[in-house]
């Protein structure tokens, strides 16, 4: 590995990266992209082992740009510095793909703890309040996503989400003539994040983001992914799916809630008003959809009500534990003193 000169980050060769993930492993492996597979892996930083996640960028993205352009842009991202992004600290450039390096003690992406494990809707909040956060700080900085999918939110240690798609970002609203894909090529696992506007030759806009955010949303509330070949051709697409089931009647929720998230104290209540804030994301007319920080300022008192009410609930079972607690001692108190006055 060196660090090159002019540069902040550090290029790492394909050894150093196989060394990491013990050749590209499959059990390092916590998530696929657009672009390519997500690897944890550790690398020697400053002299000690340090938890890295390292991105696969592959295919028609990297004809949009040369190396060297390439390798300016990964800088002028790694600059950037937001407690809900990755920081960036190493690159590596090989024959027909790039890796990108940042650091992390990652346990999973939100896509894998949907489908694979079991995630508390209020975990499922904080998480998406995180993404969020780092998506307005993007927009703000004249910052889009090529693609933003739930697969692009990573979860620590602590189990919150941060972003670690900036890799393929791009700046302002960049035209993608340079990596348009056929028919034929199209990429499944961004199929339900497509926006109904959506041209290869088109720019990529913010609006393009904020829609992606209201398919994840859907996809917290359902525990589904945004599209699936396996599901009945009505139901393959989540959105089309949930406005068709539920066409804003409240009382068809429960149809298309997952169910592990079923009896969950205001879960329901909650869960509706995200609905209504997917609906608004995902408004086919690109000039309805609300601008990142308008959904921020949204989904925060959501996220917030739905955390009380998790505090609440997990307080009440305390007490609710601490008092069988007391009983089942009172209750062997009063049995040890009945058998000390039949000994008597």
């Given at each position: 590995?060196?660090?090159?000169?002019g540069?902040?980050?550090?290029?790492?060769?394909?050894?150093d990266?196989?060394?990491?993930?013990?050749g590209?492993?499959?059990s390092?492996?916590?998530?696929?992209g657009?672009?390519?597979?997500?690897?944890?892996?550790?690398i020697k930083?400053?002299?000690k082992r340090?938890?890295v996640?390292?991105?696969?960028i592959?295919?028609?993205?990297?004809k949009?740009?040369?190396?060297?352009s390439?390798?300016?842009?990964?800088?002028?991202?790694?600059?950037?510095?937001?407690?809900?992004?990755?920081?960036?600290?190493?690159?590596c450039?090989s024959?027909?793909?790039i890796?990108?390096?940042?650091?992390?003690?990652?346990?999973?992406?939100l896509?894998?703890?949907?489908s694979?494990?079991?995630?508390?809707?209020?975990?499922?909040?904080?998480?998406?309040?995180?993404a969020?956060?780092a998506?307005?700080?993007?927009?703000?900085?004249q910052i889009v996503?090529r693609?933003?999918?739930?697969?692009?939110?990573?979860?620590?240690?602590?189990l919150?989400?941060k972003l670690?798609?900036?890799?393929?970002?791009?700046?302002t609203?960049t035209?993608?003539?340079?990596?348009t894909?056929s028919?034929?090529q199209?990429d499944w696992n961004?199929?339900?994040?497509?926006?109904?506007?959506?041209?290869?030759?088109?720019?990529?806009?913010?609006?393009?983001?904020?829609?992606?955010?209201?398919?994840?949303?859907?996809?917290?509330?359902?525990?589904?992914?945004?599209?699936?070949?396996?599901?009945p051709?009505n139901?393959?697409?989540?959105v089309?799916?949930?406005?068709?089931?539920v066409s804003g009647?409240e009382?068809?929720?429960?149809?298309?809630?997952?169910?592990?998230?079923?009896?969950?104290?205001?879960?329901?209540?909650?869960?509706?008003r995200?609905?209504t804030?997917?609906?608004k994301?995902?408004?086919?007319?690109?000039?309805?959809?609300?601008?990142?920080?308008?959904?921020?300022?949204?989904?925060?008192?959501?996220v917030?009500?739905?955390?009380?009410?998790?505090?609440?609930?997990?307080?009440?079972?305390?007490?609710?534990?601490?008092?069988?607690?007391c009983?089942?001692?009172?209750?062997?108190?009063?049995?040890?003193?009945?058998?000390?006055?039949?000994?008597?």
């Amino acid at each position: 590995m060196e660090q090159s000169p002019g540069h902040n980050l550090i290029q790492f060769t394909l050894s150093d990266l196989e060394k990491a993930t013990k050749g590209f492993k499959s059990s390092y492996k916590i998530g696929e992209g657009d672009f390519g597979a997500f690897y944890r892996g550790t690398i020697k930083l400053s002299g000690k082992r340090t938890p890295v996640l390292i991105q696969q960028i592959q295919g028609h993205v990297l004809k949009a740009k040369s190396d060297h352009s390439w390798v300016k842009e990964l800088n002028t991202i790694a600059a950037m510095k937001h407690q809900n992004l990755l920081n960036l600290v190493g690159y590596c450039l090989s024959e027909g793909v790039i890796f990108v390096v940042g650091e992390c003690i990652c346990i999973g992406c939100l896509s894998h703890f949907l489908s694979e494990l079991s995630l508390s809707w209020v975990k499922r909040l904080i998480i998406l309040k995180s993404a969020a956060r780092a998506l307005e700080y993007f927009h703000e900085h004249q910052i889009v996503l090529r693609s933003f999918k739930s697969s692009s939110i990573v979860i620590d240690e602590n189990l919150k989400g941060k972003l670690f798609d900036q890799a393929v970002a791009t700046f302002t609203e960049t035209e993608m003539q340079n990596c348009t894909q056929s028919a034929g090529q199209l990429d499944w696992n961004f199929m339900g994040y497509t926006t109904p506007e959506v041209d290869p030759l088109n720019k990529i806009k913010s609006t393009d983001n904020v829609y992606s955010f209201g398919v994840i949303l859907l996809e917290i509330i359902t525990g589904k992914p945004a599209f699936d070949v396996n599901r009945p051709k009505n139901e393959r697409n989540l959105v089309e799916w949930v406005k068709s089931s539920v066409s804003g009647d409240e009382t068809k929720l429960a149809q298309i809630m997952d169910p592990n998230l079923k009896g969950t104290p205001g879960c329901e209540n909650s869960a509706m008003r995200v609905l209504t804030l997917s609906g608004k994301c995902t408004e086919e007319d690109p000039k309805k959809r609300p601008s990142m920080s308008q959904v921020l300022k949204e989904l925060a008192p959501i996220v917030e009500e739905s955390k009380k009410i998790h505090n609440e609930s997990v307080a009440m079972e305390r007490q609710a534990d601490d008092l069988i607690l007391c009983t089942g001692v009172a209750e062997a108190i009063g049995h040890l003193l009945s058998a000390l006055v039949h000994a008597l």
